[in-house]
């Protein structure tokens, strides 16, 4: 080698040295990469991503562990502006299990347009979604190899927290819009596996939302993943099989329909309505919006049957009982089942100090949910840390002090097989949830009635936790009509 040559080498290792990238930098370089170059992934403009799969029922399974009940996804077409922030998914899902809204195939479409989120109904009606259904949205964005690498290639972006964990190195992105996620790469072939963010669940407080990216193939210059698995921790809630994938394809008309786009943005959850009808005297049903609790007086105290949804509803309903009979203390509070939107204010129950009783197989779910941590969102629990005390009813429970009586019986079936009714044996009416709703679809109605019918109940009227208080006859010719359960 020439002294000339010399030099020039060293100066090239000088210069490499010095712009030698930080380890959170190379595993986001290995990424870009592995999928086709920094400049190919800046230069994209859609991505339109076509095919099929399956979705899951997150909360609303028939027991708190259970996974098994699907829906079949066809149709999925997900077509992303990718520098301006914008898409738009449509597909149709069809239940694979006794579905509370009937077995028919739905037929969805949600959209991201910058501020706006909107859904599509199957008329054509378009509606303005609320803002954390918007934020989520613009989080969804981000859950594609493509859109992840390009958020953490970017200048603004800060990235921290390089880290090997089993056969993924892991590097967390502050990108330049504020979102916060963790990009996992596979260590041995550099491409995106994971990208991890986390939210606020109602009932599960902190979650980590996740996309698995795998079957990477050729498109456009790129390498972009066959399939896409979603979860809310270890939950699975979507897997999609790509059937055709396009990058700058045609991805349609995708700015907000008008009638979203002019409708004031929803921010915050609205105050709750809480109305209070006598049933009976001691008997209170208290209803105003989609989802009823029922109050019960006993000689020394009052009972909740149902805190449902959230925070806000639950408080709600627990100031009203309060307001109600302001001379005895509150203290317990029947839980009807785990389904997460029945089971969302019991965090706000417990913050209150009421004992919670429910099915034995939610037991282990209270327990846990009461203790799961709520940093992203605090909620009441949070707020106003309290210790739970459950009990659970396994056969039956008669709740009395000889002014009231209240007996729990499990109502299981294709619904819920961790569910309680409760029935008043002198007013002889009966509470339930979700089993039967005076309405048009009736999905559950015939075998709740053959469970009822077993019991010998003699019962006037039912108070649902849904929909309004029927007569009994007007359940039977309901039940009449009802399809029987399928799958
Ligand atoms: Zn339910």
Known sequence: MTRKGLFALLAAVALAGCSRPSPEQQIVNDAAQALGGRDRIAAVKTLVVEGAGTQYNLG??????????TFTVTGYKRAVDVAGGRARTELTRQPNFAFFQGPAAQKQIA???????????????AARAAEPIANDR??????????????????????A????????????????SGQVFTLAIDSATKLPARVIMMADNTNLGDVAISTAFAGYQDVGGLKLPA????????????????????????????????????????????PATV???????????????????????????????????????????????????????????????????????????????????????????????????HTKVPDALAKNPKPLTVEGVKDEKVITDGTMTVNL??????????????????QRILVEADVYNPGPVQTFAAEFLAGLKARNLRIDRIAPLHAQVATYAQFLKDASKAPASTN
């Open 111 to 125: 959209g991201i347009d910058g501020a706006v989120a909107y859904n599509v109904a199957p008329n054509g009606t």
């Open 275 to 373: 109305t209070a009808d006598v049933l009976a005297p001691g008997i209170w049903y208290l209803a105003g919006q989609s989802h009823h609790s029922l109050l019960v007086e006993f000689a020394d105290h009052l009972m909740l049957i149902e805190t449902p949804q959230n925070d806000t509803r639950a408080l709600a309903v627990i100031a009203k009982a309060r307001a109600l009979v302001p001379g005895k203390p509150l203290t317990q509070l029947v839980n009807s089942h785990h389904h997460f939107d029945h089971s969302g204010g019991v965090r706000a129950a417990i913050s209150e100090g009421l004992t919670v009783i429910t099915h034995q197989g939610n037991v282990a779910f209270l327990e846990e949910i009461a203790k799961r941590p």
């Open 60 to 69: 609303q399974d028939v027991t708190p562990g259970a996974s098994g009940q």
């Open 161 to 176: 927290n390089p880290r090997t964990e089993g056969a993924e190195s892991l590097v967390d992105v502050t990108a330049a």
């Open 227 to 270: 399939k896409l698995t979603s979860k809310t921790d270890d939950f699975t809630t979507q897997e999609i099989n790509v059937s055709t994938q396009a990058v700058d394809g045609d991805a349609g008309d995708l700015a907000a329909p008008a009638a979203a786009a002019s409708a004031p943005a929803i921010t915050g959850t609205a």
């Open 409 to 426: 019986y499990p109502v299981t079936g294709a619904h819920s097989e961790t569910m309680l009714m409760a029935y008043f044996p002198r």
């Open 138 to 159: 613009r989080a969804e964005l981000l859950h594609h190899p493509v859109t992840a690498v390009r958020a953490a290639l970017d200048p603004m972006a800060r990235l």
